[in-house]
């Protein structure tokens, strides 16, 4: 598998795609590097997937231009330099796994050795199973062996762990790590969050077709407010304290009963000093808040743009 640095692996510049009067992606602009792992999220509707079917070459822009290693999207795919793990169909349920593998092999001008794809993927120990007698993890690890034929430096994969139990994403996950390891760039779309937290180096997140945040977790929890709770243990008044510090009612509450004082900020490190200074408080918890409350937080504005997925 050979790439070019120089080269984006995927280019998307200012692309619009309408299903008749409505816009499922509105002037969207990516630049993916090679041997980036990036995660596409955003809820129902934002858009993934169709963004996702024009960088694979099943649809066309309406304006905009798309390369994958500097070429168009359908013949990047013909000549085996891309990859898709999508979300379900594409597999014979009377073929074993190795006749799978075998005869999709069989459809392209060159392939890896088989028997290597196999074994990288994690279908050798069950290559004589049928399809329709594999679990749901075993079938995506087939679909993932089919996308490993020609050894593609980029690989898409659509809600690959949907429908899968913990320790089937737990297993397909460390097989995506080996992958990452060898320099190849994945690209997948997921409804887990805390796929995106723990194994993408990037985060682009979708709403109503556009893409409305870009870069990592920490790029987008640094400006969210964390949450500090401890017990006040002051015969002061909590109350008259906050109101000092420029706390406001919506920052800050105080639990009588149980003697906790818990307080939303940015700054909660700065506060945390002052109160631990003057001992105020002790049994302090500081919470930071992670990829679901950006998700949310960066989400919750709707607007009156319609769109599908």
Request: aromatic share 6%; with cysteine; glycine share 8%.
């Amino acid at each position: 598998m050979t790439t070019s640095a120089s080269v984006p692996a995927i280019a998307i510049e200012s692309v619009t795609k309408r299903f008749g009067s409505v816009t499922a992606v509105e002037n969207v602009s990516l630049e993916i590097h090679p041997g980036e792992v990036l995660a596409l999220l955003g809820p129902n509707g934002a858009g993934k997937t169709t963004l996702l079917d024009m960088v694979l070459g099943f649809a066309e822009p309406n304006s905009g231009s798309i390369r994958t290693s500097g070429d168009l999207p359908k013949r990047a795919a013909s000549n085996g330099h891309v990859g898709a793990v999508l979300q379900d169909g594409g597999l014979l349920e009377d073929l074993s796994v190795a006749e799978t593998v075998k005869m999709v092999a069989a459809c392209h001008y060159w392939n890896a050795p088989v028997s290597d794809v196999m074994q990288r993927a994690g279908v050798a120990d069950f290559a004589t199973r049928k399809v329709k007698k594999c679990s749901g993890g075993q079938k995506q690890r087939l679909r993932f062996a089919l996308a490993l034929l020609t050894d593609p430096q980029l690989l898409i994969l659509d809600e690959p762990t949907a429908g899968l139990d913990a320790s089937a994403r737990r297993e397909f996950w460390d097989t995506m790590h080996a992958e990452a390891a060898r320099g190849r760039t994945i690209v997948f779309a997921t409804h887990y969050l805390r796929e995106a937290d723990d194994y993408a180096d990037r985060v682009v997140l979708m709403s109503q077709g556009h893409v409305i945040a870009d870069g990592s977790v920490d790029d987008m929890t640094a400006g969210l407010q964390r949450k500090l709770s401890a017990q006040w243990i002051s015969d002061s008044d909590p109350h008259r304290w906050a109101t000092a510090a420029g706390l406001s009612p919506e920052q800050f509450e105080y639990d009588a009963k149980l003697q906790r004082i818990r307080i939303t900020a940015a700054d909660t490190d700065r506060i945390a000093e002052q109160l631990l200074a003057a001992n105020l408080i002790r049994h302090l918890n500081i919470v930071q808040p992670g990829i679901e409350e950006a998700f949310f937080y960066l989400t919750e504005e709707p607007t009156s743009q319609e769109v599908v997925s």
